[in-house]
């Protein structure tokens, strides 16, 4: 395994911090780890974002191959440090080898794919309307471009060390836009975050850019973070964790003096519609739906927490939970984790009890567990919907498609909604789809919702609570766009003009000119 240090980087160098410590804790153990990772001050914290802010003149006039480049020389430097990223991974999260190398394929994967866009250039969304002298009221030549908001913090993720994490989502996408990042790492795998931090370091040594453009810092507590967000140089923030951390960190950032954007990614529970017709395929869905609930301890943003049957899908209730009894626990992120997850799973127990699983081995390994209430006592009890992180699932089952569709209005705003449905239910998935379009980012038919595709055409993002602002993605290439802006200029000189707007097109980007869309 690589030498870790235990200290942050900032612009590119190691800093000490002061002499407050904490080890991360391998939760499958209970054992801390070394090395011990130093806190820093607060004048560090503000180091940090200072570098940022001076590098950002020199990193947003990167050209587009420059930017692109970099970013592929950071998903390089990740794949060529998979075993130790992997090895310590696994030690700071308690998952296992296959899910963590996958997770580094990841993690670089879209790091070239957002290189890929940068060549591409969609997201500066560039438009063109020439001036018309001869017009009646003569119209002005107009020009526009998206140009980054400046240093970003991103707060690492507990639940992926790697692909929400430093160097992951919002990283690569703040970078694609041109921003440099604070990473405020997550306390759980501080190794994994100095592993791949380094590996971005290099990088931006490697293509001689300002060391700024990338930090890494530690902090315990909420005051690191509330310092990050309410620093008057920083423009914007992504987040993926809890509500109320999620909230807290809304409210910091509205109560600056110039209020910034944060992209927190904070709670659903995926509801997942049994329609009739697919209700009889009972193996099928009790598989899907089973290993789906239990995959990773049930650790994931897109778990399917809510699970909506016909009122007399009977065996297919009883299929879910012979398959549920037969399920072990599996380790959980941290013990904090299991402990919020053994509250969520007494708050449901409201409600009647399908099945549980058997604990795992080790300290926070709980069992699965499935229970069930109807569609009205949801209603009734709107606490039966709220987030359990880990595997806990209630089955709701519900009368006709009236029931159903009321559930559905008292929802709170989700990543994901699934339809399982045959060709038998179409009329109904069209009745449905409207409400199904106001409550999720994503709908997903017949599959289920733990896995996200990174592409152009995901979307990784929902109403409120799901998102912070359900207009925007965390995944995929439309997520570089939460990072930039607007600028339009009017009647600006030929030989004054950015590149991205020149008539002559020097990066041969898509653009709208005129009114019609050229390449």
């Known amino acids: ?211 700024g453009v990338f930090s890494l810092v530690y902090g ?97 209730v009883a299929a879910i939970g012979e398959r549920v009894s037969a399920s072990i626990g599996q380790t959980m992120l941290t013990a904090g984790i299991r402990e919020a997850y053994d509250r969520g799973a007494a708050r449901l127990s409201a409600s009647t009890v399908v099945a549980a699983g058997t604990a795992g081995d080790g300290p926070n390994a709980p069992a699965p567990i499935v229970l069930q209430a109807s569609a009205q006592e949801l209603r009734d009890n709107p606490s039966l919907g709220e987030e359990v992180f880990g595997a806990a699932g209630l089955i709701v089952r519900y009368t006709d498609l009236a029931d159903l569709e009321a559930t559905l209005d008292s929802l709170e705003g989700q990543l994901t909604v699934t339809v399982q449905t045959t060709e038998v239910d179409h009329d109904a998935v069209e009745q449905l789809l409207p409400r199904l379009e106001e409550l999720a980012g994503r709908i997903i038919v017949n599959a289920w919702p733990t896995g996200v595709e990174v592409t152009h055409s995901m979307v990784h993002g929902g109403p409120f609570p799901a998102t912070s602002d359900g207009r925007t993605t965390s995944v995929g290439t439309l997520a570089i766009t939460r990072f930039q802006r607007p600028v339009s200029y009017q009647g600006l000189p030929d030989a004054l003009q950015p590149d991205a707007v020149r008539d002559a097109n020097p990066y041969g980007l898509p653009r709208r000119v005129d009114g019609s869309l050229e390449r």
């Open 220 to 316: 315990s507590g909420n005051d690191i973070g509330a310092q990050l967000v309410g620093h008057p140089q920083v423009k914007a923030v992504g987040f993926t964790g809890s509500r109320s951390g999620g909230l807290a960190l809304v409210e910091i950032a509205q109560r600056r003096r110039v209020p910034i954007p944060v992209y927190a990614e904070m709670s659903s529970i995926n509801p997942v519609l049994v329609l009739p017709g697919r209700a009889g395929e009972i193996e099928e869905v009790a598989d899907g739906y089973v290993g789906s609930l239990t995959l990773g301890s049930g650790q994931f943003c897109t778990n399917p927490g809510l699970l909506f049957v016909p009122a007399e899908a009977d065996d297919l």
């Open 1 to 211: 395994m690589s030498t870790l240090l235990g200290q942050s980087i900032i612009a590119g160098t190691s800093a000490a911090g002061t002499s407050e410590t904490f080890r991360a804790v391998d939760p499958a153990t209970g054992a801390e780890l070394e090395p011990a990772y130093h806190v820093l001050a607060p004048a560090d914290v503000d180091a940090a974002v200072d570098a940022a802010r001076a590098a950002f003149a020199t990193y947003r006039a990167t050209s587009p191959s420059q930017r692109a480049s970099f970013l592929r020389t950071i998903a390089d430097n990740l794949d060529s440090r998979r075993d130790a990223l992997v090895e310590r991974a696994m030690a700071e999260s308690g998952l296992p080898q296959a899910r963590l190398t996958g997770e580094v394929g990841r993690t670089s994967g879209q790091l070239r794919l957002m290189a890929s866009e940068v060549e591409l250039g969609e997201h500066q969304g560039v438009r063109i309307d020439h001036a018309q002298p001869d017009r009646a009221v003569p119209a002005p030549d107009l020009r526009l471009r998206s140009v980054p908001l400046g240093p970003v913090v991103v707060f690492g993720a507990s639940n992926f060390p790697l692909a929400f994490s430093t160097a992951g989502g919002d990283t690569a996408a703040a970078l694609a836009a041109g921003c440099p990042v604070i990473v405020k790492a997550h306390n759980a795998h501080p190794g994994t975050a100095e592993l791949a931090g380094r590996a971005i370091a290099d990088a931006v040594a490697e293509h001689h850019l300002p060391g």
